[in-house]
């Protein structure tokens, strides 16, 4: 069985206030949407994310996901943008989800699908708890009963074929404000499974407040440090935290010997306590000969994300005296988020020397050392 999910990110932002998309805002040192993405990508097989390319392209940096096409004038029009997009890939399950909604609790997913096994779709709800009253001009008018009244949430899954075709039956007609609507509308069951209260909603500022404390109450700060060196050679290429630097030396390794990310990677996988770059990308293996060390520090990004945390801060002290490290710091930094898919603020490129002492003092080689703080699931 196939599984897709769309990831509905086109939405302005309008009632949430400020210049940048809500989906787009760091929390706990992520897009909110890449918290979105992250939780759903182990249980599908293709994310399908809907929005402005060049506004949330680079915060799904790194995550596996579908060519990102445009949304439409309405959450409807997106969500059928989406599964037009899909019908190459021909899913027979597809879940639909908010990028507004950053935190996917643990058994959503898995108790949606499993209710799909019996009934034409499913949503997460939680049941309505407080009195309802209806009012006009800052008057109540009347209450409205509570009973079997609900709250709906996303990821809500549906038959794919299904819900496009419903979807492309309702193009041009009233907007419905989520998808479960349009089985109702035809007549088809849909089930109902237990939501959550940490699956909240980001409409407001005070919502981006309440979910970073639920994020905060979950995780754990972790801190990992990292330090590493390699000698100048001749004819070898300057690359230091993924810039090639124009320098009439190079520095010597069994791959491209980029100090900076060495020791970067070194200080994740200390604070993962998963060892250290030998381990995962051992010298003595060929494969390893001369490779970019971006990939070194992808697969770091990736392991920190397998664990279900993130990135709070980085810090990379580059120890030599030359070349001059000031001027790429910039380049660096901007090189070094991308690769670990998070804001450029999140990582900091600094340089210092010896004061002409020991072996970088004489140029002989750079050293370099890396402080993390990662947030990882309590």
């Given at each position: 069985?196939?599984?897709?999910?769309?990831?509905?990110?086109?939405?302005?932002?309008?009632?949430?206030?400020?210049?940048?998309?809500k989906?787009?805002?760091?929390?706990?040192?992520?897009?909110?949407?890449?918290?979105?993405?992250?939780?759903?990508?182990?249980?599908?097989?293709?994310?399908?994310?809907?929005?402005d390319?060049?506004?949330?392209?680079?915060?799904?940096?790194?995550?596996?996901?579908?060519p990102?096409?445009?949304?439409?004038?309405?959450?409807?029009?997106?969500?059928?943008?989406?599964?037009?997009?899909?019908?190459?890939?021909?899913?027979?399950?597809?879940l639909?989800?908010?990028?507004a909604?950053?935190?996917?609790?643990?058994?959503?997913?898995?108790?949606?699908?499993?209710?799909?096994?019996?009934?034409?779709?499913?949503?997460?709800?939680?049941?309505?708890?407080d009195?309802?009253?209806?009012?006009?001009?800052?008057?109540?008018?009347?209450?409205?009963?509570?009973?079997?009244?609900?709250?709906?949430?996303?990821?809500?899954?549906?038959?794919?074929?299904?819900?496009?075709?419903?979807?492309?039956?309702?193009?041009?007609?009233?907007?419905?404000?989520?998808?479960?609507?349009?089985?109702?509308?035809?007549?088809?069951?849909?089930a109902?499974?237990?939501?959550?209260?940490?699956?909240?909603?980001?409409?407001?500022?005070?919502?981006?407040?309440?979910?970073?404390?639920?994020?905060?109450?979950?995780?754990?700060?972790?801190?990992?440090?990292?330090?590493?060196?390699?000698?100048?050679?001749?004819?070898?290429?300057?690359?230091?935290?993924?810039?090639?630097?124009?320098f009439?030396?190079?520095?010597?390794?069994?791959?491209?010997?980029?100090?900076?990310?060495?020791?970067?990677?070194?200080?994740?996988?200390?604070?993962?306590?998963?060892?250290?770059?030998?381990?995962?990308?051992?010298?003595?293996?060929?494969?390893?000969?001369?490779a970019?060390?971006?990939?070194?520090?992808?697969?770091?990004?990736?392991?920190?994300?397998?664990?279900?945390?993130?990135?709070?801060?980085a810090d990379?002290?580059l120890?030599?005296?030359r070349?001059?490290?000031?001027?790429?710091?910039?380049?660096?930094?901007?090189?070094?988020?991308?690769?670990?898919?998070?804001?450029?603020?999140?990582?900091?490129?600094?340089a210092?020397t010896?004061?002409?002492l020991?072996?970088?003092?004489?140029?002989?080689?750079?050293a370099?050392?890396?402080?993390?703080l990662?947030?990882?699931p309590?």
């Amino acid at each position: 069985m196939k599984i897709a999910a769309i990831l509905v990110a086109a939405g302005t932002g309008s009632r949430f206030g400020g210049d940048t998309p809500k989906q787009v805002l760091l929390l706990h040192g992520k897009p909110v949407l890449r918290h979105a993405a992250e939780a759903l990508t182990g249980h599908v097989d293709l994310l399908q994310p809907v929005g402005d390319a060049a506004l949330i392209g680079p915060a799904l940096s790194g995550i596996p996901h579908l060519p990102i096409i445009p949304g439409g004038a309405e959450r409807q029009d997106s969500v059928r943008a989406g599964l037009q997009a899909l019908q190459p890939h021909a899913p027979d399950i597809v879940l639909v989800h908010d990028a507004a909604r950053p935190i996917i609790p643990a058994g959503t997913v898995e108790a949606v699908l499993e209710a799909l096994n019996s009934h034409s779709g499913a949503i997460p709800a939680l049941a309505v708890s407080d009195t309802l009253k209806r009012g006009a001009q800052n008057l109540i008018t009347e209450t409205v009963p509570r009973a079997n009244l609900f709250r709906a949430q996303t990821p809500q899954g549906f038959r794919y074929s299904e819900l496009l075709r419903l979807h492309l039956a309702a193009a041009g007609q009233a907007a419905a404000t989520d998808d479960a609507a349009l089985l109702e509308a035809a007549g088809l069951e849909v089930a109902l499974v237990p939501g959550a209260e940490q699956n909240i909603k980001l409409t407001i500022p005070a919502d981006f407040a309440q979910a970073e404390h639920l994020l905060g109450a979950r995780m754990t700060p972790r801190i990992g440090h990292g330090f590493d060196v390699h000698a100048m050679e001749a004819g070898r290429k300057m690359t230091i935290c993924g810039v090639t630097i124009p320098f009439e030396l190079g520095l010597a390794g069994h791959s491209d010997a980029d100090v900076g990310i060495h020791a970067l990677c070194d200080a994740i996988y200390g604070a993962l306590a998963e060892g250290d770059i030998g381990r995962h990308f051992p010298p003595s293996e060929n494969t390893w000969k001369d490779a970019d060390s971006a990939r070194f520090l992808r697969h770091a990004a990736e392991r920190i994300a397998a664990r279900g945390g993130g990135l709070a801060n980085a810090d990379v002290t580059l120890i030599c005296e030359r070349p001059k490290i000031t001027p790429h710091a910039p380049a660096m930094r901007a090189r070094l988020a991308e690769l670990l898919g998070v804001a450029i603020d999140l990582i900091s490129v600094k340089a210092t020397t010896t004061e002409r002492l020991g072996f970088t003092g004489r140029g002989e080689g750079i050293a370099a050392q890396a402080s993390v703080l990662i947030l990882l699931p309590a």
